[in-house]
């Protein structure tokens, strides 16, 4: 999980977000959370700021294939690992070609059509196939748009928004007829991250980015009684207030969250089937934790995956940090 290109500084504040963002994402299917689901508003958001940072002007070169490709080849190994957990699971209650079928799909990003839920061989898959979406979106389109077009898109996206948080609120988008919802609901602070890149940049605060990270729980308490006031205000604040680099201290700590992040985040919820909700995320931690370490797998996938990455150079992507989940 280091940077590639060695161009562009790591934002270590915002590995350390993207950490506890995706342990609250566990806590709330442990019950231990009412309002963790919002975690991944934050996660859309810092998808957009981080793929503004590190692509947008390399777009036409990088071109969509290009781009779509080196996503893939970055979400793909640990996202593999969950669904042969899930796909395992569910080949215990359905044991048919369908599951199968669902497995292949699920190797795509692509919901099925063969289960109730679209994502059912590995639940997070929803917010990687709606976040997928966003980029393919951000490179064919909305980053070559001005950012005065762009924040009218948002303006007109974001009243949608608003009637969509008044009249069915915020869910996971794991049935079909949610799917415009959910689209809308990755799309605004997916560009919210972009226009916040574009306008606000690096720029950092006089105050330690600790400070950011520990008002992100806060934040996403208060987006259970005000999702507007967390989503639109609370997260663009703490992505603001962690710009600012690290102490030392808690560089090496952060680096690790951020390691960790998307590997528990597509695991926790295929191994919580199989055993008890506690159980199922200390697996996933423990697998996250040696994941960020380096274990051999992520070593032999490294070596596989290097050829491919040598042939088109990222001179300056910031590997892993925007994996979110």
Same mark, same amino acid.
């Given at each position: 999980?280091?940077?590639?290109?060695?161009?562009?500084?790591?934002?270590?504040?915002?590995?350390?977000?993207?950490?506890?963002?995706?342990?609250?994402?566990?806590?709330?299917?442990?019950?231990?959370?009412? /309002?963790?689901?919002?975690?991944?508003?934050?996660?859309?958001?810092?998808?957009?700021?981080?793929?503004?940072?590190?692509?947008?002007?390399?777009?036409?070169?990088?071109?969509?294939?290009?781009? @779509?490709?080196?996503?893939?080849?970055?979400?793909?190994?640990?996202?593999?690992?969950?669904?042969?957990?899930?796909? !395992?699971?569910?080949? /215990?209650?359905?044991?048919?070609?369908?599951?199968?079928?669902?497995?292949?799909?699920?190797?795509?990003?692509?919901?099925?059509?063969?289960?109730?839920? !679209?994502?059912?061989?590995?639940?997070?898959?929803?917010?990687?196939?709606?976040?997928?979406?966003?980029?393919?979106?951000?490179?064919?389109?909305?980053?070559?748009?001005?950012?005065?077009?762009?924040?009218?898109?948002?303006?007109?996206?974001?009243? !949608?928004?608003?009637?969509?948080?008044?009249?069915?609120?915020?869910?996971?988008?794991?049935?079909?007829?949610?799917?415009?919802?959910? @689209?809308?609901?990755?799309?605004?602070?997916?560009?919210?991250?972009?226009?916040?890149?574009?306008?606000?940049?690096?720029? /950092?605060?006089?105050?330690?980015?600790?400070?950011?990270?520990?008002?992100?729980?806060?934040? *996403? @308490?208060?987006?259970?009684?005000?999702?507007?006031?967390? *989503?639109?205000?609370?997260?663009?604040?703490?992505?603001?207030?962690?710009?600012?680099?690290?102490?030392?201290?808690?560089?090496?700590?952060?680096?690790?969250?951020?390691?960790?992040?998307?590997?528990?985040?597509?695991?926790?919820?295929?191994? @919580?089937?199989?055993?008890?909700?506690?159980?199922?995320? !200390?697996? =996933?931690?423990?697998?996250?934790?040696?994941?960020?370490?380096? /274990?051999?797998?992520?070593?032999?996938?490294?070596?596989? =995956?290097?050829?491919?990455?040598? =042939?088109?150079?990222?001179?300056? =992507?910031?590997?892993?940090?925007?994996?979110?989940?």
């Amino acid at each position: 999980m280091s940077n590639s290109g060695g161009n562009i500084n790591r934002l270590h504040g915002l590995d350390a977000l993207r950490g506890l963002a995706a342990i609250i994402v566990v806590l709330y299917h442990m019950n231990w959370s009412k /309002t963790g689901l919002f975690a991944v508003d934050l996660f859309f958001l810092l998808s957009g700021y981080i793929l503004t940072r590190t692509y947008e002007a390399r777009i036409s070169t990088l071109g969509a294939l290009g781009f @779509m490709r080196r996503r893939y080849k970055r979400l793909i190994f640990p996202f593999f690992i969950g669904c042969l957990v899930g796909g !395992a699971y569910l080949l /215990t209650k359905e044991p048919t070609l369908q599951v199968f079928a669902a497995f292949a799909l699920a190797m795509l990003f692509l919901p099925n059509p063969f289960f109730t839920h !679209a994502f059912a061989v590995n639940g997070p898959g929803w917010s990687l196939f709606f976040e997928l979406a966003a980029n393919l979106l951000h490179v064919l389109v909305l980053g070559k748009m001005s950012t005065r077009t762009l924040v009218w898109l948002w303006l007109v996206l974001l009243a !949608a928004w608003f009637y969509m948080v008044a009249t069915i609120g915020i869910e996971a988008g794991v049935y079909f007829d949610r799917f415009p919802a959910t @689209m809308l609901r990755t799309l605004v602070p997916y560009i919210q991250g972009i226009l916040l890149y574009r306008l606000w940049g690096e720029r /950092t605060l006089s105050i330690s980015p600790l400070l950011g990270v520990a008002l992100l729980p806060v934040a *996403i @308490m208060v987006g259970g009684t005000f999702p507007h006031f967390a *989503i639109l205000v609370l997260f663009p604040l703490v992505v603001i207030l962690s710009l600012k680099e690290m102490p030392k201290g808690f560089v090496q700590p952060a680096v690790i969250l951020g390691g960790m992040s998307y590997p528990l985040y597509v695991l926790h919820r295929p191994l @919580m089937n199989w055993t008890d909700l506690n159980m199922g995320a !200390a697996i =996933a931690f423990v697998w996250a934790f040696l994941w960020a370490l380096g /274990t051999p797998a992520k070593v032999v996938w490294g070596f596989l =995956a290097r050829p491919s990455r040598n =042939a088109v150079k990222d001179t300056g =992507a910031i590997k892993g940090q925007a994996e979110t989940g």
